[in-house]
C-alpha cells in the first residue's frame, strides 16, 4: 500500500514513477482511482476557476493562467493514464472498470508528455479561443468603428439585403485567417499526445468516448443520418425555392445554398428566415422575439422563467451564488467569450452560466439549453468527479434541448410570451416549420463539424487544403456554399467558436437526435397520448423524476443504461424525431412536388 501511495505520489509530481509491484491488486486499482480523484478535483477545479475568470476577461495575463490550468491537467494525465494501464488485465468491479475507461477518454486535447510542448500546445489553445472572442470586423465605411459577433449575427439575421448579409459574413471570417498556422502546429502537438496513450489520433480518441468502437460509432451516425436525411432534404428545398423567390440569382434554383441567406452565420439554424418560408403568414404570429421586447423582458426575467420550467418538474432551484456569479449581459468595457456556455466551477454546485443575452427567442432557448446543462451538473455533483459527465456528451447537450422542446406554443401563451395561438392544423404547421428550421436543418451540420476535424487530425485532409475540404463537406452535407470563392489563405473552420475553442461537435448531432427521444419518453411519463408536437411537459412531477432518475447517474453507467432509465430504449433511435415532423414532412412533400430538389 505504501508503495502505491508513493507511487502516485510521484504521479501527481511529475516525478517519474516508482517501479509498480509485479502483480497489481483490486485493492490497489481502488486505491490508484480513489487518488487519482482527488488529484482531478484539484486540478480540474484550478483550471476552471482560470478559464472562468479568463473567459470573463480576456487578457494576455489571464490567456495566461488558463494555459497553466491546461497544461497542469495535461501533464497529469500524460502520467496517469499510462500509469493506469498496469489495471488492464484485473477483473475490476464495475465501478472501477468504469473509471479506468473514463480516464482514458477525459484529456479533449491530450499533450506530448514534453513540458516545452505541452506548454506550447496549451497557450495556442489557449490563444485559439481568446482571438474568437476578441474577433471583430471593422468595415472602412464604419470609419474605425468595429462590429462584434453578436452585432454581424444580428445583420445576418435580420438583413434581407444581399450585399449586406454577404459583407457581415465575408467579414466575420476575416477574424480566423491567423488560425491557420497555428491551427497546423496544434495537430501535430496534439496528436503526438493522443498517440502517447495509444490512440492513433485525436479523432479516434474523441471517436471512442462512446462506449463502442471509433468505426461502429461512425457507422451509428451514419445510420442516424440516413434515416432523417430525406427530411432534411426536403426543407433544404422548400427553403431554397423561397430563397431563390426572394433573392434571385444569388441563391440558385439548383444547387447549394450560399450560407448568408439563411440568416445564420454559420447556416446551422435557420430560424432567423422563418418570416420568409411561414407555411401560413396569416395565422397568428409566433414571434416571441417581438413580444420580448415590447414587453421590456430583462436578461435576468428570462433566465428566471427558464429556471422557472425545470423547478416546475421538481429541481431544486439554481443557487444564490448562481445569480451572484453568473454574466448574462456583453459587459462594454472588456473582451469576454460571448459564446454561451454552462459551468460548475468548483464541481460541487457552483453552477454558473455565461450568455450574452439578448432579447430574442433564439437566446431563450439558449438559456433552456445552459440550465440543462447546470441542473444536469446539479444531479449528480456529489458522486466522484470521474462520474461527473453526461452518459456521454450527446447527453449533456441534449437535456436543455429537451425541456426547450415543451416550450410550445401554447406554453409561451401560458407564460405571456404569445397573446393569442390557434389550434388550428394552419397554426401547428407553422410552430413545426420554425422547430425545423432549428432542429432539422441543424443536423447536417452537427455532423460537418467532426467529419471536418476527424479527416484533419487522421492527416486525410493536410493543411495545404484545410479550407477546400471544408466547403467540399459543408455542399455535401448540408448543400450549403460561400457567398464569394474561398482560397488558402482562408479558414473558414476557425470562424465557428468550437474549432476555435477545442470543443468536440459529434455531441451536438446525437443530442438532435436523443431530445426527440427523451421527449417522448417525458411525455409519456407525464401521461401524455397526444401528437409529440403539442406536448409540453411543464409542471409535470412524473416527468421530472424519470429525468433526474437518468441525470443522477452521471457517467457511473455505459449510456445505454441511462438511456434505458428514461426510454426503455438502448440505442439512438431516429423515429421520434420523424414522428414529430411526419405532419410538416407531408406538407413539404406536396410543396416541393416537381421541384428538382438536391444540390
Ligand atoms: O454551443 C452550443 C451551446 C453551448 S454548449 C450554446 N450549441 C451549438 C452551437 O452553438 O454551435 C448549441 C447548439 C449547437
Ligand atoms: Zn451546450
Redesign the pocket.
Known sequence: MKALALFLLAVSAEAPPAPPAATPTVEEARAFFDQVNRDLRRLWVARDRAGWVNENFLTDDTDALAADGEAATAAYMAKAIPASRRFAGLRLPPDLARMFYLLSISQTIPAPDDPAKRDELAGIESWLQSSYGKGKYCPKRLAGKCLDLDELSDILSKSRNWDALSDAWVGWHEIAKPMRAKYARYVTLANEGARELGFPDVGALWRSGYDMSPTAFEADEERLWGQVRPLYEALHCYVRAKLHEKYGAHVPADGPIPVPALGNM?G??WTDIYDLVAPYPDEPSLDVSRQLVDQHVAPKRMVEMAEGFFTSLGFPPLPKTFWDRSLFTRPRDREVVC????WDVQWNGDLRIKVCIEPTEDDLV?LH??LG?DFYFQSYDTLPILFQQGANDGFH?GIG?TIALSVTPDYLRRIGLLPRVSESEKARLDALMKRALFKVA?LP??LLVDEWRWSVFSGKVDPAHYNRAWWELKEKLQGEAPPIPRDEADFDPGA???VASS?P?AR?FL?AIYQFQFHRALCQAAGYSGPLDRCSIYGSKAAGRKLRAMLSLGASQPWPDAMQVLTGQRRADASAILDYFAPLKKWLDEQNRGRQCGW
Open positions: 454559420w446551422q439554424e459564446h454561451a456556455s454552462a439558449t439549453h445552459e446543462h447537450e434541448d441543424f451540420f452537427g465557428k467558436y468550437h470543443t461537435y451536438y443530442a
